[in-house]
């Protein structure tokens, strides 16, 4: 019950962006990534932000916790056309929470 | 009352330390052996790393605490996908929550599956964490930088690298032997360091850590490390170089358990514990390959097969990805769990397959993890003639010879405990991870709580110090069981492997 709380008062793009923003700023906050600018919706993880593969794993965990959620099918963003894709943007992690944040609450 | 050192060597089996301790080179083991008690200690029905410290931290089995493996397998409607288990997944609460509840003060570093941090009476640092993201996961978050600020300490070395991690666990190149083990001796080393500091710094009641080389080691230069084997091949300087590194390893390590020990005090009792133990390993069992076989599941065109003697080929895709899920009924994604899901077909579907695979031993999850988040599980588990783990790679065998002998996980590891109250000299029968648990409860003056799975092994007591009668403490952290979310999108097939890719950063998966 409090998972699905949490989940519909986390439905608009703007609290998602909120709470995106929060994780990764503090994930990064002490990385040597040579990122001066702030981070917001065109702020690639792998160019910008220096993402690895571990560390996409790492923010997942932090996304699920924050989001009260959890196995949701992060592979539908991290795969185009049977390729991973090389880079991902902050705008597009908070168009596929919004969708699968939304259908979790309807389940 | 005592305050209780919890020493955790990962993977350690007295088959290669006792040949140790009679050389002279673990003298402190020894001495700690000689003056408690001894005992094999059977790990969890998969011996593997994340749920059988979890079963050792939770004094549960993993169908109650719901850890199964280094991953967590979702079964979405249209295919199967896997994330990281955290502790957030633990079912169960750990012996940190149960006794800080109570007033009690605990220093946990380098367990598995603790990440994120648990907000415990303490300090604790998880394993398997990345550098990186050391900070976020250390509790109190200000550890980080007290610990920065200690010139002992290097924080860059407490984890380890992830792909180097992968890479070990298969086949290690021979010129990256040495460079491997000497990061392990300076990596126990830091660990250390961080134990003696806080050790010294903060009250404490229960003081743990894990030095996982012994596995790392163990993995990577098992024909090195046995006696026996090494005999039979190492004659040449390197080979000769690389024991030496490795009894190096063992040698320091005893060093720092003899630095825990004395910096705790005599008035401190001490338990040495493993998650699991470690055996030889000759051959592969190619379980996708059998099931393909046996008709249970199809590959892609495309899916390569691992040259001759390998468990896995170089650069290969996650199991899944290989998949053609259309024609696919049973399959296996991670080594480690040794788990076959079955995708329809419920118990009497498991009974059946069960029924048909060539073994030491198959078990359902009804019978292998017992519990109320038993159906988290794979739905069969295999044990191997020699213990190991299955390969999930393409074959065009089932069976294959090792190209080199490896080490790997076997159920038997090691138990040693000493201190006031602990009786000397004595070796007793084989215990059960879960009864270390009820030992470290009794140990720190704790009443056993009733749900436990284990027994308090009062054989390893002095008299006066054996009986205390259990007291009911309420299981608390109980979820309901997940909802699968009911969702069916189409997706590409090959979608599920996405999440194994960047999953396999973290080395244990093929
Ligand atoms: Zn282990």
Request: glycine letters at 8%; aromatic letters at 8%.
């Amino acid at each position: 019950m409090d998972e699905q709380a949490a989940s519909t008062d986390n439905n608009d793009s703007g609290r998602i962006l909120d709470g995106l923003l929060e994780i990764l700023e503090d994930m990064i906050k002490d990385w040597d990534t040579g990122f001066s600018g702030r981070i917001g919706p065109a702020t690639s993880l792998m160019n910008n932000l220096t993402f690895e593969s571990i560390d996409i794993v790492m923010l997942i965990v932090a996304i699920e916790e924050r989001f009260g959620r959890k196995g949701l099918p992060f592979e539908q963003l991290l795969m185009l056309d049977g390729h991973y894709v090389d880079d991902l943007k902050v705008s597009q992690i908070v168009q596929f929470l919004e969708r699968e944040l939304r259908s979790g609450t309807t389940a | 009352m005592s305050r209780t050192l919890l020493l955790g060597l990962d993977g350690a089996t007295f088959t290669v330390l006792d040949a140790l301790m009679e050389q002279g080179l673990m003298p402190t083991l020894r001495r700690l052996c000689e003056a408690g008690v001894r005992a094999g200690l059977q790990s969890t029905v998969t011996p593997l790393t994340p749920l059988a410290w979890t079963s050792l931290l939770t004094g549960r089995s993993p169908g109650h605490h719901g850890i199964f493996d280094f991953v967590r397998v979702e079964q979405l409607a249209y295919h199967p996908h896997f994330r990281l288990a955290t502790s957030s997944d633990i079912r169960c609460p750990t012996i940190y929550s149960l006794i800080g509840e109570r007033g009690l003060r605990s220093l946990s570093l380098n367990f598995p599956v603790m990440f994120p941090p648990q907000p415990i009476n303490g300090f604790m640092i998880p394993g398997f964490v990345p550098h990186r993201h050391l900070k976020r996961a250390m509790h109190p978050r200000s550890l980080y930088d007290r610990l920065s600020a200690i010139p002992e300490v290097s924080l860059k070395e407490l984890p380890v690298d992830f792909e180097d991690e992968r890479r070990s666990v298969q086949v290690l190149a021979p010129e990256r032997h040495e460079e491997w083990i000497r990061f392990h001796i300076r990596r126990e080393r830091q660990w250390s360091n961080v134990l003696h500091h806080l050790m010294t710094t903060e009250p404490w009641d229960l003081a743990s850590v894990v030095f996982d080389g012994v596995d790392k080691l163990q993995h990577a230069c098992w024909r090195f490390i046995d006696d026996g084997l090494f005999a039979t091949f190492g004659a040449s300087p390197w080979a000769r170089s690389v024991r030496e590194l490795c009894l190096d390893y063992f040698r320091q390590l005893d060093e720092l358990i003899a630095r825990a020990v004395e910096l705790a005090g005599p008035e401190t009792r001490v338990f040495l514990a493993s998650d699991h133990g470690f055996g030889p390993s000759d051959e592969i069992f190619y379980v996708n390959t059998w099931l393909a076989q046996q008709g249970h599941l199809a590959w892609k065109d495309d899916a390569p097969v691992a040259p001759e003697g390998y468990i896995n080929t170089e650069g290969m895709k996650a199991a899944a990805f290989l998949f053609d899920w259309s024609r696919t009924r049973a399959y296996t994604l991670t080594p480690g769990s040794n788990g076959i899901y079955l995708r329809t077909g419920g118990a009497a579907g498991r009974a059946q397959l069960a029924r048909q695979i060539v073994v030491r031993r198959v078990m359902t999850r009804e019978e292998a993890f017992p519990g109320p988040h038993s159906h988290l599980a794979a739905d069969l588990t295999l044990v191997l003639r020699d213990f190991g783990f299955v390969s999930v790679t393409r074959s065009e065998a089932i069976v294959r010879t090792r190209r080199d002998v490896a080490g790997v996980h076997n159920p038997r590891g090691i138990f040693i405990a000493a201190g006031p109250g602990i009786r000397r000299g004595e070796t007793v029968n084989d215990l059960s991870i879960l009864d270390v648990t009820p030992a470290l409860m009794h140990s720190l003056g704790e009443p056993v709580p009733q749900e436990f799975d284990g027994r308090l092994p009062v054989e390893i007591f002095e008299p006066a110090h054996a009986v205390r009668p259990a007291a009911a403490v309420p299981a608390r952290r109980i979820h309901a069981p997940d909802e699968v979310p009911a969702e069916a999108a189409a997706m590409a097939a090959e979608g599920e492997a996405t999440v194994m890719q960047r999953l396999r950063a973290l080395g244990y998966l093929e």
